[in-house]
């Protein structure tokens, strides 16, 4: 007599259940945490990573939250989940998730202009930083055409940073509106205004809407001193330190210090709807305008094809975004001085992954990590640069 499929499958789960959790993939499929932590082990050592956090999530809560490695590789601190973190661009999904809290709340519309909502050109006010200087914009009108939605969706028009214009001046490369352009510019313009409009800091918006609600007393746009204790720092390619940057001016798109369990509470809410009602939610994960070009930064930023047509590549408010037969998938990435972060989930199916990491030497096992951990073959790697370790 056969044994019934339904029956065998029940005993295998059962057997691996036994003793240990199981982490539920995509397709359906299941592996344990000791062979997740045995493959992260695994990859770490051979692509030389320093220190990483990895998450998974199922049915829409973590299931699997480790730290490895070290937080400073001639101290040998652990690495520890508690450990503060350089956010880097993870911060424009929070940063996203704020400003639909005040559109909620009637304080801003993603469409109207942002210069409708000042009594002032925006580059008439005194700057005290040099992210509220838009003084360069004086002479192009054009600067009175962008939203916040276009700020979010990074089709403002204007360059990742200034910084990396030949005279360090900003502009507008392209009209706003029309395609899609990384730029912590255009989210940073989206906070001076709301900063104007609401008199307060983005450091208290946030504090009152996201990190407090959601009992992320580790997280901040500013570095503070009870950070000192434990904090990670960035790691090159060649495995030195890079000096920890603890003066920067709170910014919505690039200044987040946080921690791998607060970073992860702020997943689960998005996760279970919280914060935000769920046509804000939608509004978010909603596909804004198509991605084309062959890379998001570097010279295939400029080439378009049909590079990434079968995913739908686009991108939200505040989040890439790509189809896949389990759904939209929503996506963010962040990087800098040595950090490399990533985060995708599939709200339908309820499953995520998110990895954070003090090396630049771990974009290079993103893709290996995504695949076992979650069965995420989708992500677009190499529109991202995530070049594998082995492939280099």
Known sequence: MKTPILLITLLIFSSLSFGQSVIKRLDGTIITEEELTQKVDT??????????????????????????????????????????????????????????????????????????????????????????????????????????????????????????????????????????????????????????????SLEDLAQEKIFKPLQMFSSSYRWQTAFEADFANGHDKDGKIYPKDKDNAPRGAGTLETTFEDYNRFITAVLNK???????????????VRIRSKNQFGPGATVDGDYNDTIQLSYGLGWGLLK???????????????????????????????????????????????EYGIGDTFTPWKWDQYIPYDQK
Request: hydrophobic content about 35%; proline content about 6%; glycine content about 8%.
């Open 43 to 200: 990859l770490m050592a051979k692509a030389k990573v320093t220190g990483l956090e990895i998450a998974v999530f199922n049915q829409r809560n973590p299931v699997y939250q480790r730290a490895f490695g070290t937080s400073n590789n001639k101290t040998g601190k652990p690495l520890q989940i508690t450990t503060n973190m350089y956010g880097a661009s993870l911060s424009k999904a929070i940063f996203a998730v704020l400003v639909m809290k005040l559109v909620e709340e009637n304080v801003i519309s993603l469409d109207k202009p942002l210069q409708e909502y000042l009594p002032k050109p925006i580059y008439e006010y005194p700057h005290k930083v040099w992210h509220e200087d838009f003084t360069p914009l004086k002479d192009d009108p054009r600067y009175k055409k962008i939203t916040a939605r276009m700020c979010l969706s990074h089709t403002a028009g204007f360059p990742n940073w200034r910084w990396f214009e030949p005279d360090e001046k900003l502009r507008i490369k392209y009209e706003p509106g029309t395609r899609y352009s990384y730029s912590g510019e255009g989210l940073t313009y989206l906070q001076v205004v709301l900063e104007k409009i609401t008199g307060r």
């Open 274 to 288: 919280k914060i935000l009602k769920n046509s804000s939610y939608k509004e978010i994960f909603s596909p804004q």
């Open 324 to 370: 896949s037969p389990y759904g939209w998938a929503a996506f963010k990435e962040g990087g800098g001085d040595g950090f490399h972060h990533y985060g995708i989930i599939f709200p339908d199916k309820g499953i995520g992954m998110v990895i954070m990491s003090n090396s630049e030497h771990a974009e290079g096992i993103f893709k290996y990590l995504l």
